[in-house]
């Protein structure tokens, strides 16, 4: 409820609101749901039965549910650091009633249990598989919400894109919006299903290949057995809580590839992509981290302001892992150590509380009222600049009009051409000739009789007019300017001449 109730209640529509109660309903089906059949079904059903038979002279019957070999912790069962992990857990004072709940008859039967081989890797590969199981069930609920919300919002509502526009765009917008997210739909459902079930079966296969590994935790050497050794330090971190409870790292893997990973890959739209990144990004970092922050930062002040009321016993403690950084103490430690009626314990309480609370108005209230806020900010200002974009198309297409109507169409001009300049003046013989017809091929005059002979031509310049044509035209009577071709090669207009 720190962030589903919240994300209920701030929705933008019923559809969004729809979503929302998916989510946390599956996370409650799912996730509480997939423990209790661990519990009753593999633990109890498929699990123990066998592993009492195999190994009467150690274990009890096994009968119950919640008494199971699976409880004991991955460090047990490392193939190279087993005989160290169980003197630390002997050390533990409430070790005996622990072998109990482990289903042990005693601890000479547990020292010898965890000396056999073939025990260990039974115990071994009933974890992982358990493992193997709750990851893929949680990897379904995230591929299956977050692909399937889309389809069952569309099929609802009869509209495409993100949910969240629905009250103040049309299906035209979402539609632009969402072109790119329409057409990589299929590769990025393909990408979101493969990594998320490949993570879900990878994590389970790195743990197996650690505690079978004979490097030993934390043991310094180089290249991939430093690496091995480094991660066998973590293994105790991935312990599940009771059997079948995932541990806060089991979910960070299950988060970032089965939620955080398909949450974005399903986005309808920048403006989805965008809030659900914000979103799981700030459920992960308050849930993992910032919690603890703030709770340490609380302990820290309330043993400055209430010190001296807490007659000795501090609210934090220094952590190897961090360095010299506090951090709060848990408050079942408290709890075990000073029980319920004492002020150390009660102001622990109070500061668990308040972080709680805290994280709660970040998570439910804040984080949704900000991204609805920015969402409808957002896309107020695509509008706006869609608007001011067609605006100034018409704008340009109405002045690209009117300079066509006011444009006058160019006026021909006309050139006078003489077809022959005239030559400098020369004598002329003061006859009256009739020239033959003349014809005129590519620039050149040929006479068409017998007046002049081929060596008095000469060539004239082409004339476009009268390429390919008679010249003069044989129309008896009319005058008609005639060439006249002088041996001096020069050409004279003579007047007044016919034929």
Sequence with gaps: FGWGGGSIVFARNKYER???????????????????????????????????????QWLSTLNRSHITPLRMPLQLLDEANWAG???????????????????????????????????????????????????????????????????????????????????????????????????????????????GYASALAFPALMLGLLKSPVKAGAKLGG????????????PHFNYTDAVFMTRWVILWH?????????????RNGNELRENFVRTNLIDFFFFFGDGMLRSAGA?????????????????????????????????????QYGKHSQIYKVARGNLWASLGINAAVLSVISPL????????????????????????QAQAQLDQTRLTQTPLPQVQTAQVSLVNPLPALPQPAIN?????????????????SFASASRLS??????????????????????????????????????TSF
């Excluded at 996370?27 to 009753?40: N, Q």
């Excluded at 991939?224 to 293994?235: M, P, Q, R």
């Design 85 to 195: 992990a169980l003197k630390e857990t002997l050390k533990n004072p409430a070790m005996a009633h622990e072998i109990e709940r482990w289903g042990f008859k005693s601890v000479s039967a547990l020292k010898q249990a965890v000396a056999s081989k073939a025990f260990r890797a039974a115990v071994r590969n009933g974890k992982l598989s358990l493992m193997l199981f709750d990851l893929g069930a949680m990897a379904s609920k995230g591929q299956l919400y977050y692909w399937g919300k889309n389809w069952v919002t569309q099929k609802l509502s009869g509209q495409k894109g993100f949910v969240g526009e629905f009250n103040y765009t049309d299906e035209a917008f979402r539609k632009k919006e969402g072109t790119w997210f329409d057409k990589t739909k299929k590769v990025r459902m393909a990408l979101s299903t493969g990594i």
């Design 224 to 235: 991939l057995k430093g690496l091995t050794a480094g991660l066998k330090k973590l293994v």
């Design 18 to 56: 729809i979503e929302r109660a998916l989510d946390l309903g599956a996370w409650w089906v799912i996730g509480l749901g997939t423990p209790l059949v661990l519990e009753k079904l593999f633990c109890a059903k498929l699990f123990n039965p066998k592993l009492a038979k195999q190994f009467p």
């Design 300 to 336: 820290g002040l309330l043993q400055k302001t209430k010190g001296h009321q807490l007659e000795g016993p501090l609210l934090s403690k220094t952590e190897k892992a961090l360095g010299k950084i506090p951090v709060a103490r848990p408050l079942g430690e408290l709890f075990e």
């Design 370 to 393: 900000v991204n609805n806020w920015f969402t409808h900010h957002k896309v107020d200002q695509e509008k706006l600049n869609q608007q001011k974009l067609n605006q100034e198309k």
């Design 255 to 267: 988060n970032t590839f089965n939620w955080a990973l398909p949450a974005l890959l399903s986005a």
């Design 459 to 496: 060539t004239v310049p082409a004339l476009p007019v009268f390429q390919n044509s008679v010249w003069p035209p044989l129309q008896p009577s009319v005058p008609t300017p005639a060439v006249a071709v002088f041996p001096s090669g020069g050409l004279r207009y003579v007047q007044n």
């Design 433 to 449: 000739i009739t020239t033959p017809p003349m014809a005129y091929t590519s620039g050149v005059a040929q006479p068409l009789g």
